[in-house]
């Protein structure tokens, strides 16, 4: 047994023993899970992929006079403008209304590089934001903050997929043949950080990544997380699984590891690099850590029918030979995800840790709740919605406007004393919840 703690100790000793994850698959051929427990310290991971649920948050910085955004366009692309007064999220896929194939991930990339980018803002204006309308060149070094958050990455696992329909499909996994012309897959087998863990026994809240070419963290379950899968006699997840919700400073970021894509007839993406670093405390992780491309599985679906039902299975190994047999015929294989360039991050993570500019963290908390995921059905029927009466917080907002002192917060109590009261209404009319105070004689 190790300790993270004790593993860093000797990174910065320069000690560690620090393996990619091909790497330690290699040795385990002629090692025991036992042997390379005792003797390798770190494993690194590495995948870069078309990740659609992605995007980042931008504060552009106060105006003068201020301003509330609410409708905004960066480079003719819709930013999410709810947030607050000068926050907006840019997501990934959000699309240019004059150009289908550029969008948010396009912008991401052209920020990062630090390229100037149109701003158009527009507001109604109010008493503490009066400005309505904005417009400008912006780049990183002007703006407050850039920071990538993405809900789901590195899935664990993900689909093949394969088109039996008579006609092409162009879909999130690329351009699917008819009559099951090909099979794509995009997921980097025994490079991938979430095959390597595959329990999750190292990566939680607070574990510290390679993202996008610079630090980030795992914040939370990615969405569609589910951990109800079934696992093959390796003890791996046969299709879709685990995800991650990640964050990290886009300004530190290179968009060589964060790039912009479009998939004809689809939509924008973003290619993201993640690299996972594994700290080999036990024998049960080094187990893991240690297995190939042809121990690790997954499914084929058919996009050429509505409810995708699975065909077959396959292992990595074979996807990556560039052909398989499917339903008696020879087909084509090809990946979306880049090898090169998972290899390319596990071994720059490697680099960083073994110079001691990496190091790892452990968990705050472990992902071992039990998650399914659930199909949206349509229901013709509902119960309205209902908000519920409002009751007060003891926000104190009513206090200062009240001239009768009616109203007052007795050690950040709210107090209401109704015989003071003249019904007035100013406190109604700042009252943010809308709460109403009792009728009084």
Known sequence: MKTVDEINEKIKRGEAVVLTAEEVVKLA??????????????????????????????????????????????AGVEVYGGLAAVDGFLGATEESRADKSFGGAHIIEALIEGQDLYLKASAKGTDCYPRKEFEGYINKDMINDFFLF??????????????????????????LLPHFGNVTYSTSGEL??????????????????????GTGY????????????????????????????????ARRMNSRYLRAAYFKNYGVTLFVGIGVPIPVLNEEVAYFVSRSNEEIETIIEDYGRPERPIIAATNYARLREGWLELNGKKVKTSPLSSLPMA??????????????????????ELFQEERTLKQLKKRTSGKELKLQKPTCVDCGACVSVCAFDALSLVDGKFTYTAEKCTDCGECSDVCPLGVELPPHE
Not at 36 to 49: E, K, L, N, P, Q
Not at 52 to 71: D, L, Q, W, Y
Not at 349 to 363: C, D, N, Q, V, Y
């Open 29 to 74: 051929r002629e090692a025991s899970p036992e042997k390379i427990a005792d003797r390798v310290d770190v494993v690194t991971t590495g995948t870069f992929a078309p990740m659609c649920s992605s995007g980042a948050v931008i504060n552009f910085g106060h105006t003068t006079p201020p301003m509330r955004m609410e409708k905004i366009e960066l």
């Open 150 to 175: 993405n809900p789901r990455n590195a899935y664990q696992n993900y689909a093949a997929a394969t088109n039996s329909s008579d006609r092409t499909e162009y879909t999130y996994m690329g351009k």
């Open 192 to 213: 991938s950080p979430l095959l390597k863990d595959p329990q999750m026994m190292t990566i939680g809240l607070g574990t510290r990544i390679f993202l996008g070419g």
């Open 218 to 249: 795992v914040v939370w379950p990615g969405t569609q997380f589910r951990n109800d899968v079934r696992v093959n006699q390796y003890g791996l997840p046969v299709g879709p699984a685990r995800t991650l919700a990640v964050i990290g400073d």
């Open 343 to 364: 290899r390319e991050i596990s071994h720059l993570l490697k680099e960083r840790i073994m110079a001691g500019s990496f190091l790892l963290t452990s968990p705050v």
